[in-house]
T-cell receptor
Framework: DSGVTQTPKHLITATGQRVTLRCSPRSGDLSVYWYQQSLDQGLQFLIQYYNGEERAKGNILERFSAQQFPDLHSELNLSSLELGDSALYFC??????????????FGPGTRLTVL | GIQVEQSPPDLILQEGANSTLRCNFSDSVNNLQWFHQNPWGQLINLFYIPSGTKQNGRLSATTVATERYSLLYISSSQTTDSGVYFCAVERRGGADGLTFGKGTHLIIQP
C-alpha cells in the first residue's frame, strides 16, 4: 500500500458525460500528479499541483481540469467524454515539486470506461 | 521532451531464471524510478535510483547517469514477478512529471 488513495476504483459512463476522480496524497506530501494510461498512448503525465497551485501541465486535454484543495486532496474532472478517454487514471504524490529526492508514489488507479 | 526507451519489449522465462531489463534515456535526469505493474494494474515502486546501485532482495538496479542508462536485474524469477516493468524519469531542470518508457512485459512460466 503506497498510502495514496483514489476513488472510485471503477467508473462506467456514457459519451458526453462528465465525471470526477478523487485522490488523497500520502500524509506529508504536498505534490499531486495525475497520469493517464491507455493502450495507444501508454502512461503519460497530465498535470501537477503543489500545495494548492498548478505547477506543471503535460498532455492534458482542454476538456479535462483538476484542482487541489486546502486539505491537499485533488480532483480530476473529465467532461464531454469520448470513447477514447477510456483509460486507467493514476494519481501520484511526492514531497516536493521536482528535483532530487522527489520519489513519486502511485495510487491504485481509477479505471474509466466510456460507452 | 526527454525520450525513454526500454528493452526488451517482451521477455518469457522459466521460473528460477535471471533477467536484465534496460532503460535508456536521452537527457540528464533528476530522478529515475523503476515500477512493476501487476496484473491488477497497480504500479508498485521498486527503486528510486537516479544514480548508483541498490538492491532489494532478488531485485537490484544500477543507473549510470553519465551514460544515460539504467538496468534492472531480477534473479531467481518467480511467477509472481510476471507483469510489466516500467522505467520513468524526471528531466533535470524540468517540472513536467515523470516520463515513462513503454515497458518490458515479463512472463515467468512455472
Amino acid at each position: 500500500d503506497s498510502g495514496v488513495t483514489q476513488t472510485p476504483k471503477h467508473l462506467i459512463t456514457a459519451t458526453g458525460q462528465r465525471v470526477t476522480l478523487r485522490c488523497s496524497p500520502r500524509s506529508g506530501d504536498l505534490s499531486v500528479y495525475w497520469y493517464q494510461q491507455s493502450l495507444d498512448q501508454g502512461l503519460q503525465f497530465l498535470i501537477q499541483y503543489y500545495n494548492g497551485e498548478e505547477r506543471a501541465k503535460g498532455n492534458i486535454l482542454e476538456r479535462f481540469s483538476a484542482q487541489q484543495f486546502p486539505d491537499l486532496h485533488s480532483e480530476l474532472n473529465l467532461s464531454s467524454l469520448e470513447l477514447g478517454d477510456s483509460a486507467l487514471y493514476f494519481c501520484a504524490s511526492s514531497v516536493r515539486t521536482s528535483g532530487v529526492q522527489n520519489e513519486q508514489f502511485f495510487g491504485p488507479g481509477t479505471r474509466l470506461t466510456v460507452l | 521532451g526527454i525520450q525513454v526507451e526500454q528493452s526488451p519489449p517482451d521477455l518469457i522465462l522459466q521460473e528460477g531464471a535471471n533477467s536484465t531489463l534496460r532503460c535508456n534515456f536521452s537527457d540528464s535526469v533528476n530522478n529515475l524510478q523503476w515500477f512493476h505493474q501487476n496484473p491488477w494494474g497497480q504500479l508498485i515502486n521498486l527503486f528510486y535510483i537516479p544514480s548508483g546501485t541498490k538492491q532489494n532482495g532478488r531485485l537490484s538496479a544500477t543507473t549510470v547517469a553519465t551514460e544515460r542508462y539504467s538496468l534492472l536485474y531480477i534473479s531467481s524469477s518467480q511467477t509472481t514477478d510476471s507483469g510489466v516493468y516500467f522505467c520513468a524519469v524526471e528531466r533535470r531542470g524540468g517540472a513536467d512529471g515523470l516520463t515513462f518508457g513503454k515497458g518490458t512485459h515479463l512472463i515467468i512460466q512455472p
